[in-house]
T-cell receptor, first 114, second 116 residues
Framework: EAQVTQNPRYLITVTGKKLTVTCSQN?????MSWYRQDPGLGLRQIYY???????DKGDVPEGYKVSRKEKRNFPLILESPSPNQTSLYFC?????????????FGSGTRLTVV | KQEVTQIPAALSVPEGENLVLNCSFT??????LQWFRQDPGKGLTSLLL?????REQTSGRLNASLDKSSGRSTLYIAASQPGDSATYLC???????????????FGKGTKLTVNP
């Protein structure tokens, strides 16, 4: 089944403890992206990647890192999580040029930082 | 800067009713528009994708239209069912601008409740 898989689905952590949220897609998509969803603010883009080793900032990149060493994987790294990063996170992917295609989203990761 | 607005924010209807969800966007220079469904605590499921050159797309009881020049899209749901209860999100993919890149810009969604 074609899908975007995120892990973990739920995560509670403490301030300052480094964590990684994984994202993997099995559709051979070139484009991948991370979003966060917050009440009243909607979905906002954190980082995106046009292909392997090509990444760039979205609208809200502060406090996050990403890497794209393989085409299928696009992990989101929080080096020192803070409570304001408590949110619902989504990974998405698409073929390139992605304006010809729709996006496929993962099931989300609900992160709580205490 | 592209802004996407969805009205109403919430809608409650009786089962069997036909309904329309609205989406408007400020910049008509878009590649495509995508409608998603989000169930509570769940991910986004793509419902329909309309390319900028298209006027509408249909899937089962769903029909989405696009009027790029006026910056509007509608999602029509026929014969609504309780299982249609969810939040519906509209997202537009904008044209590349100098110094930037295209990205999906979301509205804040319409929360639909279909009552049995």
């Amino acid at each position: 089944e074609a899908q975007v898989t995120q892990n973990p689905r739920y995560l509670i952590t403490v301030t300052g403890k480094k964590l990684t949220v994984t994202c993997s897609q099995n559709m051979n998509h070139e484009y991948m992206s991370w979003y966060r969803q917050d009440p009243g603010l909607g979905l906002r883009q954190i980082y995106y990647s046009m292909n392997v080793e090509v990444t760039d900032k979205g609208d809200v990149p502060e406090g996050y890192k990403v890497s794209r060493k393989e085409k299928r994987n696009f992990p989101l790294i929080l080096e020192s999580p803070s409570p304001n990063q408590t949110s619902l996170y989504f990974c998405a992917s698409s073929f390139q040029p992605h304006y010809n295609y729709g996006y496929t989203f993962g099931s989300g990761t609900r992160l709580t930082v205490v | 800067k592209q802004e996407v607005t969805q009205i109403p924010a919430a809608l409650s209807v009786p089962e069997g009713e036909n309904l329309v969800l609205n989406c408007s966007f400020t910049d008509s220079a878009i590649y495509n528009l995508q409608w998603f469904r989000q169930d509570p605590g769940k991910g986004l499921t793509s419902l329909l994708l309309i390319q900028s050159s298209q006027r509408e797309q249909t899937s089962g009881r769903l029909n989405a239209s696009l009027d790029k020049s006026s910056g509007r899209s509608t999602l029509y749901i026929a014969a609504s069912q309780p299982g249609d209860s969810a939040t519906y999100l509209c997202a537009v993919l904008g044209v590349i601008t100098q110094g930037g890149s295209e990205k999906l810009v979301f509205g804040k969604g319409t929360k639909l409740t279909v009552n049995p």
